[in-house]
């Protein structure tokens, strides 16, 4: 089944808050951090008040990620067992740099029982881990892996390589094309990370279209303002959809069917077009069925 996965809001473990406004807004699906956003002394709490959150109940169909903090960090087994306990659509790891990583995280799952449905997100924003991209997506063939995609980190990124985070992000271009070739290969989602300036609206539709246009399936976002243009943008629009399901309908044609390439509307349509138009109708399909 094709999940719409356009918009992935972070929100704070260690505020009820807004765990509880997550309940009632329009993100495809919500990520419930344990890392950036929590302190020190905060990070028990969060456990407790991510756990509750998901045992309440009442996302509806949103996708729910818990965000873990590193595998090196001290809060590391705790986050783990909390989240194999809870049982959230899957979780997310900061800093996987290795095959090493995935194979130590999916061991920890299955020790602590976690059920297969919890899949495995890995948060690409090392110099290591956009080295080892496609050997990382490659991983996934081991199923026991769960591993479902990568959320691409460009502020760590940035921060480790010393890569200006410029408008356009030109000089971050090749990484992300990397990756994103990578997960394809493999049969893996990527999301684009958070545009940190949540004042500034168009520069974030700017990106947001960037992102699009370079593969991503969506954007991880740090403000709820961001959710309705993300998902926006990331939505096909309704003429997109509508000649997709022509050349869908004009491939099934009798006529057709033992074709490789046919006419439309004065155009040469061939068969891989077809294949990108199911795609289209899949993921319109999909948020159709969301409202």
């Given at each position: 089944?094709?999940?719409?996965?356009?918009?992935?809001?972070?929100?704070?473990?260690?505020?009820?808050?807004?765990?509880?406004?997550?309940?009632?807004?329009?993100?495809?699906?919500l990520?419930?951090?344990?890392?950036?956003?929590?302190?020190?002394?905060?990070?028990?709490?969060?456990?407790?008040?991510?756990?509750?959150?998901?045992?309440?109940?009442?996302?509806?169909?949103?996708?729910?990620?818990?965000?873990?903090?590193?595998?090196?960090?001290?809060?590391?087994?705790?986050?783990?067992a909390?989240?194999?306990?809870?049982?959230?659509?899957?979780?997310?790891?900061?800093?996987?740099?290795?095959?090493?990583?995935?194979?130590?995280?999916?061991?920890?799952?299955?020790?602590?029982?976690?059920?297969?449905?919890?899949?495995?997100?890995?948060?690409?924003?090392?110099?290591?881990?956009?080295?080892?991209?496609?050997?990382l997506?490659?991983?996934?063939?081991?199923?026991?892996?769960?591993?479902?995609?990568?959320?691409?980190?460009?502020?760590?990124?940035s921060?480790?390589?010393?890569i200006?985070?410029?408008?356009?992000?030109?000089?971050?271009?090749?990484?992300?094309?990397?990756?994103?070739?990578?997960?394809?290969?493999?049969?893996l989602?990527?999301l684009?990370?958070?545009?940190?300036?949540?004042?500034?609206?168009?520069?974030?539709?700017?990106?947001?279209?960037?992102?699009?246009d370079?593969?991503?399936?969506g954007?991880?976002?740090?403000?709820?303002?961001?959710?309705?243009?993300?998902?926006?943008?990331?939505?096909?629009?309704?003429?997109?959809?509508?000649?997709?399901?022509?050349?869908?309908?004009?491939?099934?044609?009798?006529?057709?069917?033992?074709?490789?390439?046919?006419?439309?509307d004065?155009?040469?349509?061939?068969?891989?077009h077809?294949?990108?138009?199911?795609?289209?109708?899949?993921?319109?399909?999909a948020?159709?069925?969301?409202?």
């Open positions: 089944m094709t999940r719409p996965r356009r918009s992935l809001l972070f929100m704070p473990g260690s505020n009820p808050r807004a765990l509880d406004k997550g309940r009632n807004l329009p993100a495809d699906g990520i419930l951090d344990l890392e950036d956003s929590v302190a020190p002394d905060a990070k028990a709490q969060a456990r407790e008040q991510i756990a509750q959150a998901i045992a309440d109940k009442g996302f509806g169909k949103r996708e729910i990620l818990i965000r873990l903090n590193s595998l090196d960090a001290p809060w590391w087994d705790d986050d783990l909390m989240a194999a306990r809870a049982q959230p659509d899957g979780i997310l790891v900061p800093k996987v740099s290795s095959v090493q990583d995935l194979a130590t995280i999916a061991t920890r799952l299955n020790v602590l029982g976690a059920g297969t449905e919890v899949r495995v997100w890995a948060m690409i924003e090392t110099a290591r881990a956009v080295l080892h991209a496609e050997e997506a490659a991983a996934s063939r081991d199923v026991n892996t769960r591993l479902a995609g990568f959320v691409f980190g460009p502020n760590d990124i921060r480790e390589t010393r200006r985070m410029l408008p356009g992000r030109a000089a971050m271009v090749p990484m992300i094309t990397h990756c994103i070739l990578a997960t394809r290969a493999h049969g989602e990527i684009d990370g958070p545009y940190s300036d949540f004042s500034n609206p168009d520069g974030f539709a700017v990106e947001c279209a960037q992102a699009r370079l593969g991503f399936d954007k991880t976002l740090i403000h709820p303002g961001q959710i309705d243009a993300c998902n926006a943008i990331f939505t096909p629009p309704p003429d997109e959809v509508a000649t997709a399901r022509k050349i869908i309908a004009a491939f099934e044609l009798p006529e057709n069917a033992a074709r490789g390439a046919i006419q439309l004065g155009k040469m349509v061939e068969r891989l077809a294949d990108m138009a199911r795609r289209t109708i899949e993921i319109a399909d948020i159709a069925a969301l409202r």
